[in-house]
């Protein structure tokens, strides 16, 4: 039935899964029609629903895509759409519905997915506001937020992203990284390979549908309902998945456990029996493919060894490919190993080697450490960025093939945290030799004071200058301001060489940065140190993503036993003639107001208790 033929007052029948995979009917009548309510052309139909308790939990999440028939003229049952839509914190079982006449227009066949920014290949790409937010945990979507939380616009249902095996404090770990999508962490159970009774369960109009994000030791799946099937084509949700297009994502039948009524907005709570097919569509409208072959998953692989279990253990995950859920599967699944089957010690400290394989025979190898004392996101941040990298640039999309890695959790924390540095004098002459008195305290221990050499360049010029001494954290902030064409690429080979570069950057290192009075100009990957003023202000006068200008700096790294946590900042007085601007008042410090930065020869600390921000 076409919306053009849908009056207020006609009346038919729902049919959804509310347990098991039985389908069952609720009773519908049309309030109204809302044209060109969610877009140009995308019309709703505006129902009341009864039955099925739906007059007790409202619109619930989960029962996207379920098909709707209203009886026309001549008494003959007509599909309408998909319930797909509805209102927060709605008293009342009214829901919109999509119109199946929008929904088969999604392709059901495989296309080549599109890579953002494609066109612009020629422009230098510029990694650093991807860094900056995942160093952020992501932000928030505001408007899809407002609309969510006050409850006065009409939105696509939440779709419950069902987890099974794992603690809530997991959940709660990984729930900020899906701010920006319509995705529900829900706990829930699995449902194995079939339940009794519900082998024969298949896709069919109404029928529960799972989108697999990660399979094996970790179950979680995406749970909706099919609105129609056509020979072996499957249209789905009603509405968009996360709107990528063109996908290649594993579906499969889902069991539904039981529907948990909810002030805010009632939800299934399902798992996944099987995988079906394929999921080749996922548009505005609905999410639509075909039953058959499943696509190909990324294998994980990790081994545990921790003092909740006498002998290692190894978990297997299958993982989407898929631009957005497979950093977010891969950052679960090696969660899940570290800390889904027993909480974290309240002081532990995790060594993680993983082996990350690419598409195309590229690899990637991560070994690093993290504490008690680092932020949870600090190690998502560190786990998902080559993976992001790979997949979100504007030159193409490299998936991992596998990942393998094995992880070991300690009860103790092996850190130290950065308590002071002085030097042993005020001002220096240009290629003098600086001795770093650095003061760490490791947890529970007592001071202890190591000395480090740092030589200034000869050609150093007279003035002010700044070292910086800190942990890994600290380095990586400051990189992107004083080394802007390092995280810059050109194409896929370049992005590579950039992960190569993070991922070697260790928090077991301490980090002396000294902070010139020169600038440079960036230009795109090529940096050009020490351009005269005038040139300087050419080059940058016209706002571009590709030129910035940055301030001088030189890094040496120093290996360390354990894990560095904290930083400082020391001012220097860089001069021919030390000994009389000794006797001079201080300066500001490059990139430093005045009155707020260190006297020469002091510290200006920034540790846990008071974190440094750029």
């Known amino acids: 039935m076409r919306t053009s033929e849908v009056r207020p007052g006609m009346k038919g029948y729902g049919l959804s899964v509310f347990s098991g995979t039985r389908l069952e009917r609720f009773d519908v009548e049309v309030i109204s029609v809302l044209k060109n309510q969610m877009g140009p052309q995308q019309d709703v139909v505006l129902i009341r629903c009864k039955g099925q308790g739906l007059e007790h939990s409202g619109a619930v999440a989960g029962m996207s895509g379920s098909p709707i028939w209203l009886t026309d003229d001549q008494g003959h049952e007509r599909m309408i759409g998909a319930f797909a839509l509805g209102w927060q914190f709605s008293k009342d079982p009214i829901a919109g519905v999509r119109p199946i006449e929008e929904m088969l227009r999604v392709p059901t066949v495989l296309r080549e997915p599109a890579v953002a920014g494609k066109a612009a290949q020629a422009s230098t790409w510029d990694a650093r506001p991807m ?106 949700f009603g509405h968009e998945f996360n709107a990528e297009g063109a996908v290649d994502l594993p579906m499969g039948v889902g069991y539904i456990h039981t529907i948990i009524p909810n002030a805010s907005m009632s939800f299934k709570l399902g798992s996944l029996i099987r995988t079906d097919g394929a999921i080749y569509s996922d548009e505005v409208t609905a999410i639509a493919g075909t039953i058959g072959k499943a696509p190909a998953t990324i294998p994980i692989e990790i081994t545990v060894t921790s003092p909740q279990r006498a002998e290692p253990v190894t978990y297997r995950y299958q993982v989407a490919r898929h631009p957005r859920f497979t950093p977010f599967g891969t950052i679960s699944a090696i969660a899940a190993a570290i800390m889904g089957h027993s909480q974290l010690p309240a002081e532990f400290t995790i060594n993680y080697e993983l082996n990350m394989e690419f598409d195309g025979g590229r690899s990637v190898v991560m070994r690093n450490q993290t504490t008690s004392l680092m932020q949870a996101m600090e190690l998502i941040r560190d786990l998902q960025t080559p993976v992001m990298f790979a997949i979100d640039n504007p030159f193409a999309r490299v998936y991992p093939s596998k990942i393998t890695g094995k992880v070991s959790v300690g009860t103790s924390i092996e850190a130290d945290m950065l308590r002071g540095v002085t030097t042993d004098k005020k001002a220096y002459k240009p290629g003098e030799t600086v001795r770093l008195f650095v003061t760490t305290r490791p947890w529970r221990g007592k001071d202890v004071q190591q000395t480090y050499d740092f030589k200034l360049p000869s050609d150093l010029p007279e003035g002010p200058a700044v070292l910086t001494i800190g942990d890994a954290q600290r380095y990586t902030m400051d990189e992107m301001r004083f080394s802007p064409y390092r995280f810059h690429a050109d194409s896929v080979d370049d992005v590579f060489s950039l992960i190569q570069s993070i991922t070697a950057d260790s928090s077991r290192q301490l980090y002396i940065r000294l902070t010139t009075p020169g600038e440079g100009v960036s230009v795109g990957r090529a940096a050009l140190p020490r351009m005269p003023g005038g040139k300087r202000q050419i080059l940058t006068h016209t706002p571009s993503a590709d030129v910035s200008a940055y301030p001088e700096s030189v890094v040496v790294k120093h290996d360390l036993p354990r894990s560095l946590v904290g930083s400082a900042d020391v001012m220097l007085v860089v001069s021919r003639h030390p000994e009389k601007a000794q006797m001079m008042p201080p300066a500001p410090a490059p990139g430093v107001p005045p009155q707020a930065g260190p006297q020469p020869g002091q510290e200006a600390p920034h540790t846990p208790d008071s974190p440094h921000q750029e």
């Open 131 to 236: 860094m900056r937010s995942l160093a952020g945990g992501g932000k928030p979507n505001a408007a899809a937020s407002a609309a969510s939380d006050d409850g006065r616009t009409l939105t696509p249902l939440a779709l419950p992203l069902t987890v099974s095996g794992v603690p809530q404090s997991f959940i709660d770990t990984l729930q900020p990284l899906l701010r920006q999508s319509r995705l529900t962490l829900l706990q829930s159970g699995g449902a194995g390979d079939a339940p009794a009774g519900n082998e024969q369960a298949k896709l069919e109009p109404g029928s529960a549908i799972g989108i697999p994000v990660v399979s094996g030791d970790l179950d979680m799946s995406a749970i909706g309902t099919v609105t129609e099937v056509l020979g072996d084509r499957v249209f789905a």
